[in-house]
């Protein structure tokens, strides 16, 4: 910190806390980058694309040619293809001794977006790189379909902690939903469209945004060159998006990214995770976790889809008694496990009630074990409350289960009564009946699946 009188302030060299009870100077201790030299680009070099042979050019050349300082090329290069060579110097460099280096390529379209894009990158630099963060990267799947295609994606950047922010005094858990890009080239250009206050092409346009319920939408309050991001419309959560308006033999790029909602008291716009593909100089093109390429077509003679052992679309009953019922659906027929077997089991609750309101018996949870082995099951779903409506069951093994619960547990008359023949049949009244001394009753109860 300056004029702290701390060892090492102004001297030009970034100053370490080892062997003293200081930590050091700020942020990162030796990388701090506030006293650290900035010698800037000293040599640049263009000349046409593959014209220089590293291994049959002399070094001495190499060194006269690219590197003494002060030999800059500004002039426009020739029309075609052409290299690009750079160099910072000179300093001294001794073997074995490590050197850390900060370099920015800024690209632009123009002057104006060239400046900004350096002032972007000097204010990075000048905060030590520690900046807002965007949410982890999601993982997609893309499944191809006749005339449609099905995207489904993790759920782990909900649970994205942004340390900058905790530390400065914010809430670091800032996750607040997914936006879903489409295009037919690999740059995803079909997609950006969005403009910002100067005219240049900043922002892609989401075919599709899935955000939290929870108050946060409309625009975010600080802009980005004149524009603002949309933070969404309070729909909640999804991790599955079918798209229907492909065509079939059309090859599609999608991209899901996770965004945060910023911190406006900080004057902090919203991050979004990239968008990360490259083409390779083999032609092939390479992803990231979020980006999938895919071409849907229409399935062979013959095909039939996955499905689960089901009675008349419902998941079948093995034990307990229940109205309520439980349905999928196959959301990636090439995951699903031919042979394999599941069990969905529920923990219930009672609810003591009150001198005015009756017990409550409810459901707690539910649990997907996979029993394919009976003797090593597998949980693949532990006491998960997402049977409840507006929750979204995991994806496993390539099909979601869709609960139907009943809203409360009522008796079924048609299947109680008493276990002692000479017992008369029950009465139902609102006030309470005795039984006489040695009769039970037994009944089944409609409603939450108690097995």
Do not use: C
């Not at 109205?323 to 959301?331: D, K, M, V």
């Amino acid at each position: 910190m300056a004029f702290s009188g701390d060892p090492g302030e102004a001297d030009g060299l970034p100053t370490s806390g080892a062997g003293t009870p200081f930590p050091g100077e700020r942020n990162i201790d030796k990388t701090d980058v506030s006293e650290s030299d900035q010698i800037g680009i000293t040599n640049v070099q263009v000349f046409p694309a593959g014209s220089l042979n590293l291994t049959q050019t002399a070094d001495q050349t190499l060194f006269n040619t690219f590197m003494l300082p002060g030999d800059l090329e500004l002039e426009r290069p020739p029309a075609g293809d052409n290299d690009l060579a750079v160099s910072s110097g000179l300093f001294p460099l001794r073997a074995g001794q490590i050197e850390r280096i900060s370099l920015a390529i800024v690209l632009a379209a123009g002057r104006e977006e060239a400046l900004q894009g350096r002032d972007y990158a000097l204010s990075a630099y000048s905060e030590d790189y520690q900046f807002a963060q965007a949410p982890l990267t999601p993982t997609v799947v893309a499944v191809p379909g006749d005339g449609r295609v099905t995207l489904y994606w993790d759920s782990k950047a909900e649970e994205s902690v942004d340390s900058y922010l905790e530390s400065i005094g914010l809430n670091g858990r800032d996750f607040e939903g997914y936006r879903i890009y489409r295009a037919t080239d690999p740059a995803f250009l079909d997609a950006l469209v969005i403009t910002d206050g100067f005219g240049n092409l900043t922002f892609r346009k989401p075919i599709a945004q899935f955000d939290l319920k929870d108050g946060i939408q409309g625009f975010h309050p600080v802009d980005i060159n004149g524009i603002k991001f949309y933070l969404g419309d309070d729909t909640g959560i999804r991790h599955v998006f079918v798209d229907t308006t492909v065509t079939n033999g059309i090859t599609y790029y999608y991209a899901v990214t996770a965004y945060d909602f910023g911190a406006a008291e900080a004057n902090i716009a919203p991050t979004e995770t990239p968008i990360r593909i490259r083409r390779l100089p083999d032609g092939t093109i390479e992803t990231g976790p979020n980006v999938v390429r895919v071409t849907p077509t229409a399935p062979v003679a013959g095909y039939r889809n996955a499905e689960l052992e089901n009675v008349d679309g419902f998941l079948p009953r093995v034990q307990g008694f229940t109205t309520s019922r439980i349905g999928y659906q196959i959301i990636d027929p090439r995951a699903v496990r031919d042979g394999a077997r599941y069990r969905v089991v529920f923990e219930d609750t009672l609810i003591p009630g009150t001198r005015t309101a009756p017990d409550t018996l409810t459901t707690k949870n539910f649990s997907l074990i996979d029993i394919t082995d009976p003797d090593n099951p597998d949980t693949l779903i532990r006491r998960s409350t997402a049977f409840k409506p507006g929750r979204e069951v995991p994806i496993v093994d390539g099909f979601q289960l869709i609960f139907f619960p009943d809203p409360y547990v009522v008796q079924d008359r048609t299947k109680s009564g008493w276990n002692n023949p000479d017992v008369y049949d029950p009465v139902m009244e609102l006030r309470a009946a005795a039984l006489r001394q040695g009769a039970t009753k037994s009944g089944r109860l409609s409603g939450r699946d108690r097995g």
